[in-house]
């Protein structure tokens, strides 16, 4: 019997892994009924989006540390997950009706002020830091899937999400 493979396979895989996978996929397809294809379908439209996002800032982080070699600067490890902390934003409107949450350079995702004000209670309220994680990641799996196409967060431990948290913590009170 092959070993089933889970998702927490690599990018990087060979031409022969990569054929055993789309051959395994397709054996298992036929099986699956319309919400099966469905899910799948918009799982893979997202993992392509995220693939395309992580090509994106790789390109980006190179981009500012190239520039920062033609500036003279000293030579500095930026990690990926400390340049893409300073890409998450959150800007409400002048009415205060909704709130865009920006991911990069032009994405965003729109949350109404009621959406926000739950947002706000959720990441401060009483729990460890990775229970309130696990609910805020929750809540986005459950209601707000949509935000996946925009920030691409891998689970609860994802360090964006972190950074997220501690984001609203910082800059939004509940009046």
Do not use: C
């Amino acid at each position: 019997m092959a070993k089933k493979k889970t998702s927490s396979i690599k990018l990087e895989k060979t031409t022969g892994e990569k054929d055993f996978l789309l051959k395994e996929l397709k054996s298992l397809l036929p099986k699956l009924d319309s919400e099966g294809l469905a899910f799948l379908i918009e799982q893979s439209r997202i993992h392509l989006y995220n693939m395309q996002v992580t090509e994106l800032n790789k390109a980006e982080i190179a981009a500012f540390n190239t520039s920062q070699k033609r500036k003279g600067a000293a030579p500095r490890a930026v990690t990926q997950s400390k340049a893409e902390d300073k890409s998450i934003r959150i800007e409400g409107t002048e009415s205060g009706s909704s709130y865009y949450l920006y991911y990069g350079s032009n994405n965003s995702v729109m949350f109404s002020r009621d959406e926000m004000r739950l947002l706000i209670k959720l990441v401060n309220a009483e729990g460890t830091d990775l229970e309130i994680r696990t609910w805020l990641y929750s809540w986005f799996e459950r209601e707000r899937k949509d935000i996946f196409a925009i920030l691409p967060l891998k689970d609860k431990f994802d360090e964006r999400l972190k950074f997220l948290v501690k984001y609203i913590r910082e800059n939004f009170k509940l009046k």
